[in-house]
């Protein structure tokens, strides 16, 4: 699904028509979330936010998960997997596909152990059975069955927090205020285009951050791109090319999380070749492409580059002093 233009921001009568139901949601997730969690032997920190669709969470738990490793800590990534048919706990392995375990899934085993699972308890148990240390969730902050050491809230910094209301009035899975209490600290990617650090409390640290090209993004200066893409906010992955210095000679965008078929790809790629344009797009989507058509495409990644990245490692401090305490 694509998400509503009125949840962006603006006025109109259907957020006002919705709000009955926003209430509902509302106090339908504060009760949820007023149920303890079980407590984990080792330390988790929780890379969730407050809106419906992507904000950035993935990015920022491949990095703060390198962080842990080259501490010599052993941090295993737990997620959902949403868009995949699989519940869980499974460690995700090199048999499995986006349909299986959603493509965030896949980009986080890349980098490290990975266990998918819809209750986060339990694949918390199976992470700490397969030998984790630490376990870093990809989303998670209005799950309340794994007890978290460290909530960070993730905030895209070009889409904010919509026009603030909660589902189906807006993008938020729960007023702002419920999701920076749990939270340790926010994290802002990108430049502050919405007013979002606005709605926080002044007491909640905020780390700010902005997404870099990964190093592929250079071959592509000065050449003519078919850009592709169904994540949740396309318009910062055609940024990123232009950025790059890429030729924007055309651009597609899919619903968050697009399973790709063959009669797709055959379109994209005749419409790129149409143009003379390399076919470009995103790790995530590239693990959604069938495999028959994924040697004509190419991929770009980004990076996250901190401001004061003292200010992480001040944060992970805490979790590696719980690493390091008796059992």
């Not at 048999?95 to 990975?114: I, K, N």
């Not at 965008?253 to 470009?280: C, F, K, N, Q, W």
């Amino acid at each position: 699904m694509r998400a509503p233009d009125f949840w962006s921001g603006g006025g109109g009568v259907l957020p006002l028509l919705l709000s009955p139901i926003a209430a509902l949601y509302a106090r339908s997730t504060a009760r949820r979330m007023a149920r303890p969690g079980w407590k984990a032997s080792v330390p988790v920190l929780c890379c969730g936010n407050a809106t419906a669709g992507g904000a950035g969470k993935t990015t920022v738990a491949l990095d703060l998960g390198k962080r842990l490793a080259d501490r010599n800590i052993a941090a295993h990534f737990l997620l959902r997997g949403y868009g995949g048919r699989v519940k869980g706990p499974l460690v995700v392995g090199p048999g499995h596909d986006s349909r299986d375990v959603g493509d965030e899934a896949l980009l986080l085993a890349a980098a490290g152990p990975t266990v998918v699972s819809a209750d986060r308890a339990a694949g918390a148990r199976l992470a700490i059975e397969q030998g984790a240390q630490a376990i870093v969730m990809d989303d998670g902050l209005q799950n309340p069955t794994l007890e978290k050491d460290l909530s960070l809230l993730v905030i895209d910094g070009s889409s904010g927090f919509g026009n603030g209301r909660v589902i189906p009035s807006g993008p938020l899975r729960e007023p702002v205020a419920a999701a920076a209490a749990r939270s340790h600290a926010a994290i802002l990617v990108g430049e502050d285009e919405c007013g979002a650090l606005a709605m926080l409390p002044p007491t909640l640290p905020v780390l700010r951050a902005r997404l870099t090209q990964g190093p592929e993004a250079a071959t592509l200066s000065g050449r003519p791109v078919y850009a592709f893409c169904g994540i949740a906010n396309p318009r910062k992955f055609f940024a990123t090319l232009q950025e790059a210095g890429a030729v924007l000679a055309g651009r597609q965008s899919y619903a968050d999380h697009y399973p790709y078929d063959s009669g797709d790809m055959r379109e994209i790629l005749a419409e790129a070749e149409a143009l003379r344009a390399t076919p470009v797009t995103t790790p995530k989507d590239f693990v959604r492409i069938p495999p028959a058509f994924r040697s004509r495409v190419t991929t770009v990644s980004v990076r996250l580059e901190w401001e004061a990245p003292a200010q992480v490692e001040a944060l992970l401090d805490t979790l590696v002093a719980r690493v390091a305490e008796p059992a």
